[in-house]
């Protein structure tokens, strides 16, 4: 017997390295559970002499089947689809989804995880602000509720996390630019509220410089999530300066592209790869409206299927499992080169 004070099922499930699901299974019914995690949990129950609040834990109920899908803007289209795609398939498996918005505010992304807490979920799929993240609190739900990151990383909090790889993608369209054409500056948001966007320029530095060129970057000014309005905005303003030391454009996502499309066609530039034309444009994420943009848009796809249906199959046998995972996973696919009519 150890001298800790073990005060709460969360301790004991700290100290113990058993799940709380688990412990709750166990002590609802201890024959629920699997032989050696019975033995391992009555052998801690020994070693810390705890002894839990049966009144507390017969007035929890058993966790239900549902599965939290956090996301920082519904109104993204981005977001909607891959949300779609992760409804679909928790619905395939049994399990019923609850779809919640942040709006992109960290308080409100809190109050969904407390609004979540509050209804037992089996799990959660959060794709989180990032740096604007409460990381405290996050850290703390995902303590208790199993938990799996996508598209935004926290590092070191949750189960696991599952996104793009923007080193490979971004590389990607950097290289077919320079190769077709003038290298591209990069033009992006100086406060962005994608939480990829550093990442993004990053790698769109460190492509240009392996490729022998000098990076430029763009930065519009502009808060929030209207990435459309920054893009139409900031990007009218960049070509009217005319100050432009490429006629090549890449965008940090498709909806700044969308927007600077709607500037160039304002001010009477051309945008393509056809004879005449001024400018060349293109984005990344594969937005669903970027093939009915005028031109039509070149990006890179995210493997959306790819990442929604990893994340729920990673949360699921987590949820299924009676052990804590003993390292964190992390998972990136790559992205598709789109050719369209921009670039």
């Known amino acids: 017997m150890t001298g800790t004070k073990i005060r709460n099922m969360e301790e004991f499930a700290s100290v113990s390295g058993i799940s709380r699901p688990t412990l709750s299974k166990f002590f609802n019914d201890p024959s629920s559970v699997r032989t050696s995690t019975r033995q391992r949990i009555e052998a801690a129950l020994e070693q810390y002499d705890y002894q839990p609040n049966l009144y507390a834990v017969n007035q929890n109920r058993r966790l ?11 109104a993204d289209p981005f977001f909607a689809k891959i949300a779609r795609t992760i409804e679909e398939h ?3 498996t049994g399990y019923r989804p609850v779809l919640l918005g942040s709006h992109g505010s960290p308080a409100m992304e809190i109050a969904n995880l407390d609004n979540l807490r509050s209804i037992k979920p089996a799990g959660v799929l959060l794709a989180p602000l990032g740096r604007a993240s409460d990381h405290a609190k996050i850290e703390a739900f995902c303590g208790e509720v199993p938990t799996v990151l996508f598209d935004a990383n926290i590092d070191g909090i949750g189960e696991a996390f599952v996104g793009s790889n923007n080193a490979q993608s971004i590389g990607l369209i950097v290289d077919y630019l320079c190769r077709t054409g003038e290298p591209p500056c990069f033009f992006e948001m100086k406060s962005p509220s994608n939480p990829n966007a550093f990442k993004r320029r990053s790698a769109y530095i460190a492509a240009m410089e392996r490729l022998g060129h000098s990076p430029a970057l763009i930065q519009a000014e502009g808060q929030g999530w209207e990435f459309e309005e920054i893009g139409f905005r900031e990007g009218t303003r960049v070509v009217r300066d005319r100050n432009l030391p490429t006629n090549t454009l890449l ?4 909806r700044l592209a969308i927007g600077l499309l709607s500037a160039a066609f304002e001010a009477g530039l051309r945008v393509g790869i056809g004879e005449g034309c001024d400018l060349r444009v293109a984005g990344h994420d594969d937005h669903p409206f970027s093939r009915y943009t005028c031109p039509t848009l070149t990006t890179v796809s995210q493997d959306y299927e790819a990442i929604a249906k990893t994340s729920a199959a990673i949360l699921l046998d987590r949820i299924e499992s009676e052990e804590t995972n003993d390292s964190r996973q992390e998972r990136l696919f790559d992205g598709r ?3 369209r009519a921009s670039a």
């Open 251 to 254: 965008c940090s996502n498709d």
């Open 64 to 74: 239900t089947k549902n599965i939290g899908v956090v996301v920082p803007y519904l």
């Open 90 to 92: 928790i619905i395939e």
């Open 337 to 339: 080169l789109i050719m």
